[in-house]
């Protein structure tokens, strides 16, 4: 197999100039090294001796701006504008580039890239810069102190440079462990609102290149045949038909048994020989279930004794408290599965080197699960597997599995052949419908009792619903004393002080893979949680702003949720909706990460209505980037009121009915007039803002469709007695 140059460049990561210096921070501190790659320690900034500036970025680029907000890191505290500094993605090395969220684990997710990165890129940054600095006050004559690095130049004390004159005598300077960080008034980049994205043009003029993009000399296509129903094996297949196709080349049941691949010499030939080709499947352990099935175990569940006490009230108490109080009010929730349908389908492309090294090119959210499984499937230690990481077109979690399960699927593919020829897997759009990993189903029950002042007096909330951890290899951090937090989030966690409060929960079985979806428990227990809220404060006569600030009255976690639901309210003119119009409102903590919002609403019940505007403000630390920070309000805000709207998978006999786009509708441009985004100010270090638009969207809009005599407890609403202009 022929390997082109760029590809052995990738793997040998050489330098291209003499002097280039590394700059980088581990557990132990920071560290620096020139010459080639072979001297290189744990980078985050590289320089040339062309003064060309590189932050090599440890979060893969989904659409959610990392490959902005950790470059404008390096730029701040190095001294180099945007324009004069480059991005590459990080090699898959969790004990460099490990999340330091995660362990020593290289990952996105979680709203984590920029929270875990805050200090350890600035430090990199700085480092860099002081560097760069002593080797020019020693060269000049001078104190380091009276130089500074801006725009690319080194100057003061009557001297000036441009930051590549002094890379190589750099290099041989050691870092400090501490080194001065800019002050905030010093910043120019972070915070700026007219900092646009690194990604933005390449994305424009065509150029960037996604893992779907990747097309290898001589490179075969494959496609999985998998089985229709969870638990289905291959029995045995015939491949005669497909035999027949142009472009066919084999087809091979997987080790796994779960699925045949097809391979053939391009995308559409490797489609109609899948087509074509007949299996006979295994079934007798495979799910059967329906959706009404599952939904009926889910609300059962909710009626019996919870599995596990959440947060160790005494149930019998809190349940005198609520049957004792003046105002009762009670409600049962249900959310189906839903699909993640990242407008990128699932793809990856493996290769084997002339060497013999494993190379995976792919939008890789995790690297470091498909590097464990490759390490297993090809029997190579860790430094004989290589990752690029390459753009991806979407994920909302989708990407990042506990078994790396489509990256599993292209090395068990491509450990079948003789290795002589790279392999594309490729997903369709019908394969990320059916493909088996869901938002899991889930289901509440909360009745809260209120006194004669229309004080919450006590709150029993049950969940039932499928975990998440359990059964993966994340179960041993993720699930304490047998609950699993991600289902729970949002209620177990919230900032309002709800006094009397029992928070039970059941476990129910998986009919699907199920898998984190965008902001993960927070989707359907921020729902919960605000939808209640509202009915508490309209069942006692009180506006719904003024009932929650009530249990947001303490400590700074919930004087910074009170503060994002004041500017929401005060921004979104709550109260005064226009004429004909009504208003919802919702507020909720994610990820570290404060979001209220406003929904307001035309139209009625019979004849439709239309979203007229979403007002949100957001607090989520230092806005390194706010262009960033409102474009992932705005893209939260429609993936969450999207799916509510119209969006769920249902089952018939185990196998998903939904396959594309006609049956499983993303949010149209029409569907939200327009939005509107508003950024505490903050001190406070960064926190997540990925996810955290996804949790109140939802909520605000129930709250305004119930101002029209409809509260919807079940989602999707259009299938629950709500339509959409």
């Known amino acids: 197999m022929t390997i082109n140059t760029s590809r052995r460049n ?16 581990t557990s132990k501190g920071v560290s620096a090294a020139s010459g080639s790659a072979d001297a290189m320690l ?5 320089i040339d001796s062309n003064g060309s500036v590189i932050a090599i970025v440890k979060h893969f680029e989904k659409g959610q701006g990392p490959a902005t907000g950790l470059t404008s890191l390096i730029a701040e505290e190095l001294g180099v504008t945007m324009d004069q500094i480059g991005y590459e993605f990080a090699p898959s090395n969790p004990k460099v580039y490990n999340n330091t969220l995660f362990g020593q684990f290289q990952g996105t997710g979680g709203s984590t890239a920029m929270a875990n990165s805050w200090m350890q890129y600035r430090t990199a940054g700085a480092n860099a810069r002081e560097m760069l600095i002593k080797a020019a006050a020693k060269e000049w004559g001078v104190e380091a102190s009276a130089l500074d690095i801006q725009a690319g130049v080194i100057s003061g004390a009557g001297h000036s440079a441009p930051l590549g004159a002094f890379v190589a005598a750099a290099a041989g300077i050691a870092p400090t462990e501490n080194p001065r960080l800019r002050a905030p008034a010093e910043w120019k980049i972070i915070g700026n609102p007219t900092t646009r994205r690194k990604d933005s043009p390449i994305k424009v003029n065509g150029t960037a290149k996604f893992a779907m993009d990747v097309h290898l000399d001589n490179q075969m296509v494959v496609m999985i045949k998998r089985t229709p129903q969870r638990g289905g094996l291959v029995a045995s297949f015939d491949d005669s038909a497909a035999r027949q196709i142009k472009g066919f080349i084999m087809a091979q049941a997987l080790p796994t048994k779960h699925g045949v691949a097809v391979y053939a010499e391009n995308t559409w030939a490797a489609m109609q020989a899948r087509a074509a080709l007949e299996v006979e499947w295994d079934l007798a352990a495979a799910e059967t279930r329906s959706s009404q099935e599952i939904k009926d175990e889910i609300l059962a569940a909710l009626d019996a004794a919870p599995t596990y006490n959440v947060n160790k009230a005494d149930p019998a108490a809190v349940k005198s408290m609520v049957d004792g109080a003046a105002t009762t009010i009670e409600k049962a929730f249900y959310f189906p599965l839903l699909a993640h349908a990242p407008m990128e389908p699932l793809n990856c492309t493996i290769e084997q080197t002339a060497e013999g090294d494993i190379v995976l090119h792919d939008g890789a959210q995790m690297p470091t699960g498909p590097h464990m499984a490759y390490q297993q499937i090809f029997g190579l230690p860790a430094e004989k597997i290589h990752i690029r990481t390459m753009l991806a077109g979407g994920s909302f979690g989708r990407r990042a599995t506990p078994d790396a399960d489509y990256q599993v699927e292209a090395g068990l593919a491509f450990v079948i052949t003789d290795r002589s020829r790279p392999v594309k897997l490729v997903w369709d759009r019908e394969d990320d419908i059916r493909g088996g990993y869901y938002r899991p189903a889930a289901g509440h029950k909360v009745r809260v009792g209120l006194d004669d002042a229309g004080n919450i007096v006590g709150w029993e909330h049950q969940v039932a619903g499928q975990s998440i951890m359990k059964g993966t290899p994340f179960e041993a951090f993720a699930v304490h004393d047998g609950v699993d937090h991600s289902t729970v989030e949002g209620i177990a966690d919230s900032p309002y002080a709800i006094p009397g409060m029992a928070l039970g929960l059941t476990d129910t079985e998986k009919a699907t893979s199920v898998l984190w979806w965008r902001s993960v428990g927070h989707t359907h227990t921020a729902y919960v949680m605000e939808v209640m809220m509202d009915m508490a404060a309209r069942a006692v006569g009180q506006d719904p702003v003024a009932f929650r600030l009530k249990y947001l009255a303490g400590e700074a976690d919930q004087a910074r949720k009170a503060a994002v639901l004041k500017l929401a309210a005060d921004k979104g003119n709550w109260g005064t909706p226009a004429a004909g119009n009504v208003q919802g409102i919702a507020v909720h903590k994610s990820f570290g990460s404060y979001v209220a919002e406003v929904v307001e609403i035309s139209g009625n019940l019979a004849d439709g209505i239309q979203i007229e505007k979403v007002t949100a403000a957001v607090d989520c630390g230092i806005a390194v980037n706010p262009d960033v920070v409102k474009a992932q309000i705005e893209g939260g805000i429609g993936y969450g009121i999207g799916h509510a709207m119209r969006d769920q998978i249902t089952l018939d006999g185990g196998a998903v009915e939904q ?42 809009l129930a709250n305004a469709i119930a101002q029209l005599d409809l509260l919807v407890a079940e989602l999707p609403m259009s299938a629950n007695g709500v339509s959409f202009a």
């Open 42 to 46: 744990n980078p985050f900034v590289k």
């Open 659 to 700: 396959s594309n786009f006609p049956d499983y509708e993303p949010l149209r441009i029409s569907d939200i007039k327009a939005i509107e985004t508003h950024i505490v100010a903050s001190a406070e270090a960064p926190s997540g803002i990925g996810e955290p638009g996804t949790p109140p969207s939802a909520p605000a």
């Open 10 to 25: 990738f793997l040998k990561t050489a330098a291209a100039a003499t002097a280039v210096l590394y700059v980088g921070a």
